[in-house]
Nanobody
């Protein structure tokens, strides 16, 4: 099994910043990519960002491009999401996910394991 432990969510005012982290654990843990999704109440879970584990290629949804930055620490087996210039519409539960084999980084179905989610609330 693969387990993902997320942290860093909370309450922040519009224009502020938060840094989410996701620590992965599991033996014989290889992966294609790790990513972040988010889900607001009453809405579908949507792609936010992803990073290729071996090459470090990064991908972003248009809604967060230029404001969010995804990164990884291979030694710590951890992925981060730095969120700057936060907007109220960024309010959602943010989920970390690992894609073991699938190249379709922006699709929910490509990911094999998910974290518990960490809530982010941006007030105006």
């Amino acid at each position: 099994q693969v387990q993902l432990v997320e942290s860093g969510g909370g309450l922040v005012q519009a224009g502020g910043s938060l840094r989410l982290s996701c620590a992965a654990s599991g033996r014989a843990f290889s992966r294609y990519a790790m990513g972040w999704f988010r889900q607001a109440p009453g809405k579908e879970r949507e792609f936010v960002s992803a990073i290729r584990w071996s090459g470090g290629n990064t991908y972003y949804a248009d809604s967060v491009k230029g404001r969010f930055t995804i990164s990884r620490d291979i030694a710590k087996n951890t992925v981060y999401l730095q969120m700057n210039s936060l907007k109220p519409e960024d309010t959602a539960v943010y989920y970390c996910a690992v894609d073991l084999t699938n190249p379709y980084y922006s699709s929910r179905s490509a990911y094999d394991y998910w974290g518990q989610g960490t809530p982010v609330t941006v007030s105006s």
